[in-house]
């Protein structure tokens, strides 16, 4: 027979009450008290089955979304996507921010909690494509992002590679021979960074330049305040650049500010591109060229591919992948090639 709150409760020597506020994660419990109830859990292998009660279907007509980071412009834009996406579908969405911590991105996917909706759309930071097996998880899961590709769950994702190849391609057309991208990871394997830095190489390579890897400036977290102060480092070191790709708008925008307050003209002396096609991008100063990488296919595909698995019945179809179409969107701040004889434009450093 199936293990009760009753059976938890004896074990952990607790009253039933107190078993199920642990479960649906109140919070005014003793830490002494959460760890007999948790501990009893684990070892009778409890599943608690929340969206069952009450509900003919066992479906609470809800979805999970959890994100990195609310406040990093894309995260809220995809949100906003997904849940237009759901609700068209008659859905809810509830929205987790993980911080891109990885313990609780892990505390996450293993909660209880989860089962307080019908299945969660999840786009890991913390976690790496070494942890793909935690993701075997009950429950349906799809994936987003750049750091699992391994997950026996559907994957979402992104053409990063040739997204940031065209990019690049774009910048070369435009007579630039110097390009600097900002918001490399040091290290990474997987991830968005290391993917489009790939693209960058390729275009690169593809032009028969060599790749300068003074021109390839790290940034470990992607703000508009890690892209001005790249681009001030950048500038200090004297090193000539006539284009900055930047691997994602916020990046992009940063490096448009500092340029401008050294006195650098974008896009006459140099040009900019981004990645992600905020909507903010349309309106900076100049207005940013940029990759849209598909937020929106992202988003409806997450959603229905997410419901497909809900109304799945029967043995498991193996896992999907799908990667959203992409498209280069021209604006002001790539511009015309600069005048050859601009510090910017010269192979040796400006005096």
Do not use: C
Not at 26 to 37: A, C, F, H, L, N
Not at 85 to 112: C, M, W
């Amino acid at each position: 027979m199936a293990t009760t709150l009753h059976d938890v409760a004896v074990l952990a020597k607790v009253s039933i009450k107190t078993v199920s506020n642990v479960v649906n994660g109140y919070p005014y419990i003793k830490d002494s008290t959460k760890t007999r109830v948790l501990e009893a859990i684990a070892a009778l292998g409890y599943q608690p089955n929340l969206t069952a009660r009450g509900l003919r279907l066992g479906r609470t007509g809800v979805i999970g979304l959890a994100v990195p980071e609310l406040r990093l412009s894309y995260f809220a834009e995809l949100a906003d996507a997904v849940i237009r996406a759901a609700d068209r579908r008659g859905i809810s969405v509830q929205i987790e921010q993980t911080n891109g911590d990885r313990d609780r991105e892990l505390d996450l996917v293993t909660s209880p909690r989860r089962q307080l909706t019908d299945g969660l759309i999840f786009s890991p930071l913390g976690l790496g494509n070494e942890d793909a097996a935690l993701l075997a998880v009950g429950y349906p899961l799809v994936v987003l992002g750049e750091r699992i590709f391994d997950a026996p769950a559907d994957h979402v994702t992104m053409r990063n590679v040739e997204a940031a190849a065209a990019a690049t391609r774009r910048l070369l057309a435009a007579g630039r021979t110097r390009i600097a991208v900002i918001g490399a990871h040091e290290g990474e394997v997987y991830g968005s960074a290391a993917l489009r830095i790939r693209g960058y190489r390729e275009a690169l390579q593809e032009a028969g330049l060599p790749v300068d890897p003074a021109l390839i400036r790290h940034s470990d977290m992607w703000h508009r305040a890690n892209g001005a102060t790249t681009v001030r480092g950048l500038l200090e070191t004297g090193v000539p650049f006539d284009a900055v790709f930047g691997l994602n708008d916020t990046l992009a925008l940063g490096a448009i500010r500092a340029l401008q307050a050294a006195g650098v003209r974008v896009p006459e002396d140099v040009s900019v591109v981004g990645f992600d096609n905020l909507d903010e991008s349309e309106y900076s100063h100049p207005s940013l060229s940029t990759i849209d990488a598909g937020r929106d296919e992202i988003a409806d595909t997450a959603v229905r591919l997410l419901l497909e698995r809900i109304a799945e019945t029967g043995p498991k179809a193996p896992p999907r992948r799908v990667e959203a179409d992409f498209r280069l969107i021209e604006r002001e701040s790539i511009g015309a090639a600069a005048d050859a004889d601009h510090p910017f434009n010269r192979q040796d450093p400006p005096a």
